[in-house]
T-cell receptor
Framework: EAQVTQNPRYLITVTGKKLTVTCSQN?????MSWYRQDPGLGLRQIYY???????DKGDVPEGYKVSRKEKRNFPLILESPSPNQTSLYFC???????????FGQGTRLTVV | QQQVKQSPQSLIVQKGGIPIINCAYE??????FPWYQQFPGKGPALLIA?????SEKKEGRFTISFNKSAKQFSLHIMDSQPGDSATYFC???????????FGKGTTLSVSS
């Protein structure tokens, strides 16, 4: 089954404790992205990657890091989480040049 | 201008009604316009999409109307059902295929 898998689905952490949210896709897509979803603000892109070892900032990259060492994986790293990073996070992938994006189930992160 | 403006933010209709969600863009370099549907606790999923060389596309009860000269497109849901209650996002893909820009979303509630 074609899918984007994120883990964990839910995470509660404390300010400053480094965390990683994993994302994996099995569709051999070139493009992968991370979004955060907040009420009234829609989907805001954090980082995106157009291929292995190619990443770039989206609209709200501050406080986040990413890496793309393999085509299928695109982890999101919060080196020192803060309460304003409490949000619902989605990973998505799509084929090069196409607009049909496939989203993961989401990760609800709470930073206290 | 890399922006897609979506309205209304929320919408309540009765069962059988025809909710209409509108989106507008400024960048004429967009050439693919998908709509995504998101149910609570799930990631967005592609619902229907259109290219600017056609003015309308229907898939079941869902119709996209596209006005290239006005740089506007809209989603109509015929004979709406309570199961259509969800958040809907419009989006636009640039011609290079590198940027998929989302509107802020519309939360639709269909009452029975």
């Amino acid at each position: 089954e074609a899918q984007v898998t994120q883990n964990p689905r839910y995470l509660i952490t404390v300010t400053g404790k480094k965390l990683t949210v994993t994302c994996s896709q099995n569709m051999n897509h070139e493009y992968m992205s991370w979004y955060r979803q907040d009420p009234g603000l829609g989907l805001r892109q954090i980082y995106y990657s157009m291929n292995v070892e190619v990443t770039d900032k989206g609209d709200v990259p501050e406080g986040y890091k990413v890496s793309r060492k393999e085509k299928r994986n695109f982890p999101l790293i919060l080196e020192s989480p803060s309460p304003n990073q409490t949000s619902l996070y989605f990973c998505a992938s799509r084929p090069r040049g196409r607009g049909e994006a496939f989203f993961g189930q989401g990760t609800r992160l709470t930073v206290v | 201008q890399q922006q897609v403006k979506q309205s209304p933010q929320s919408l309540i209709v009765q069962k059988g009604g025809i909710p209409i969600i509108n989106c507008a863009y400024e960048n004429t370099a967009f050439d693919y316009f998908p709509w995504y549907q998101q149910f609570p606790g799930k990631g967005p999923a592609l619902l229907i999409a259109i290219r600017p060389d056609v003015s309308e596309k229907k898939e079941g009860r869902f119709t996209i109307s596209f006005n290239k000269s006005a740089k506007q497109f809209s989603l109509h849901i015929m004979d709406s059902q309570p199961g259509d209650s969800a958040t809907y996002f419009c989006a636009a893909l640039n011609q290079a295929g590198t940027a998929l820009i989302f509107g802020k979303g519309t939360t639709l509630s269909v009452s029975s």
